[in-house]
């Protein structure tokens, strides 16, 4: 089941009539939010954690739901910094 924030984020994202063209999530996490808002496949997708933990398991969740990373960049940063 989705996460109700990621199907109000993707609703809002489509709509936007390809006015955005990048998505920056700066925590990410493990990912519930990007495999729900990956689908937007013409949007470039940014997604950031500072834990390498959480990155090794968002890469595998993407994995998993068999998202297509071509338009994602995923980096472990702090991104406050």
Same mark, same amino acid.
């Given at each position: 089941? *989705?996460? =109700?924030?990621? +199907? /109000?984020?993707? %609703?809002?994202?489509? *709509? &936007? #009539?390809?006015?955005? @063209?990048?998505?920056? %999530? =700066?925590?990410?996490? /493990?990912?519930? +939010?990007? /495999? #729900? ?5 013409? !949007?470039?997708y940014v ?5 390498? &933990? !959480? +990155?090794?398991?968002? $890469? @595998?969740?993407?994995? +998993?739901?068999?998202?297509? $990373? @071509?338009?994602? %960049?995923? #980096?472990c940063k702090?991104?406050? !910094?």
């Amino acid at each position: 089941m *989705a996460e =109700p924030i990621s +199907i /109000v984020l993707r %609703e809002r994202l489509a *709509a &936007s #009539h390809n006015s955005i @063209n990048m998505i920056v %999530e =700066p925590f990410s996490g /493990v990912g519930g +939010i990007a /495999v #729900h808002l990956s689908c937007l496949a013409n !949007k470039r997708y940014v997604l950031n954690d500072w834990d390498l &933990s !959480k +990155i090794t398991m968002l $890469t @595998n969740n993407l994995r +998993i739901y068999g998202v297509d $990373t @071509n338009n994602l %960049e995923i #980096h472990c940063k702090d991104f406050l !910094k």
